[in-house]
């Protein structure tokens, strides 16, 4: 059996898979953001450390027992700084936090080549453009730091004592030569680092070392390998089969993804397209990144009083999609695609006497639908073509949400079995390949598909008036244009 572990932004989740791909144990456990200023996004890595522990051991003691092999997946572009002996320095800078503006100017002077080496243009969530932040604004720190992790494989360090991290999470970093899926060390002098602090770069399905001792008694898990795992869209895109070119995920997770693996290294910066390495050797993948998706219902869940998400989707489908006027712009965090601005803020407009928290609920869902399409938009815009998206990530829990996002995006959804937790069946699936070895296209092959959902062209046309005011609205609220 083999466990995969997910540090994803609203929690950790940890997924045991057989043999044979099915799962056999799952245990999550909660955490929080901390924003204490404006712009602001952290996490402290302990709490990464102890909720991993809890959502392990969450697990049935007999199934822990039966694990060969352990993977990792996790949020990527988090700073994880350390000192000497490996104590962390400050909160995690997490990849939704937007203070690093300047810095990422500034990166782009410095590094003339940053978009063909990095394959992306500098963006505040990356992690290069924080380390300037703090070289700039705790210069102490700065100069205190041995090593630069990422939330996952600061997770591995506390499991293994290795310092290692697979390519398509170190893509993220803006520091890899994702062509060459090694790091670059031009980019690391812009930001004043050097390759001694960095960990070492390995392919997902490499072994990192083993679960220390007194990890292993802790956890009931034999001393077993620990794969390179992934970043969590590439990991999710390994748990539901999105492995080759032509292949393609939407994650609805606190973020919004549409991820595209591609057979080869395809930068293309405009329009805030990613361009990293896939978990899997050999391939790589384009993406939309969209900084705030199921992140918008937890917060209009909190707003209207309703207690949860599922509540929250209930009420929405009561007055049913396309409904009222409201338009609601989901930048609670600034956004990435298109438009690579950390400084908007969301927005609802058109409310009128008669909205109602059930109305503002379906134009939370329908606001994220659009913002989605537009990432399409400019990912096919720049060559990439996908009718069939498979879902993950906690969002994939509503069909009710896939009616408005299929209608949206004009694309089938496909939901397969395990998907909304599909960054940790990816990491299982790349710890298998690490122990045992095999074909990565048939370890990674689809579950089974439990649904499909296509695009109602009725409804499509309702959205149609929607989506144009939807999109004519940004240029109104960015500080930009102020
Ligand atoms: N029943 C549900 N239907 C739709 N979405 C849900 C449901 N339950 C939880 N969610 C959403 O799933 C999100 C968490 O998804 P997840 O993929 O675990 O995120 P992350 O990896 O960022 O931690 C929550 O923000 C919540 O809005
Ligand atoms: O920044 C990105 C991708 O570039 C995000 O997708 C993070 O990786 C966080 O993922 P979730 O917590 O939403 O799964």
Redesign the pocket.
Known sequence: MFLGI?I????V?AVVLDEHGAVVGQGTAALTVQRSHPLWSEQDPEAWWQATTAAVRAIDPAVRRAVRGIGLAG?MHGATLLGADDQVLRPGILWNDGRSHAECAELEAKAPDLHRIAGNLAMPGFTAPKLLWVAHHEPETFAKIRTVLLPKDYVRLRMTGEKASDVSDAAGTLWLDVERREWSDDILAATGLTRAQMPRAVEGTAQTGRLRAEVAEAWGIDQVPVAGGGG?NAAGAAGVGVVKDGDALLS????GVIFAATKEFRPNPAGAVHAFCHCLPGVWHQMSVHLSA??C??WVARLTGTP???EL?ARAESVGPASGPEIFLPYLSGERTPHNDAEVRGAFLGLDHDTSPERLAQAVLEGVAFALADGLSVLRDAGTELSQLSVI???A??SY?GQTLAAALNVELVYLKGG?VG?ALGAARLAQLAVDGGSPEEVCAPPPISHTIAPDAALAERFAPKIARFRDSYSRITPRNR
């Open positions: 997910d994803g932004t609203s929690g989740k949020q969590d609805l997770g606190t973020s199921a992140a219902i937890d949860g998400a599922a989707f990530g906690g969002g829990r509503s949400w909304e960054p």
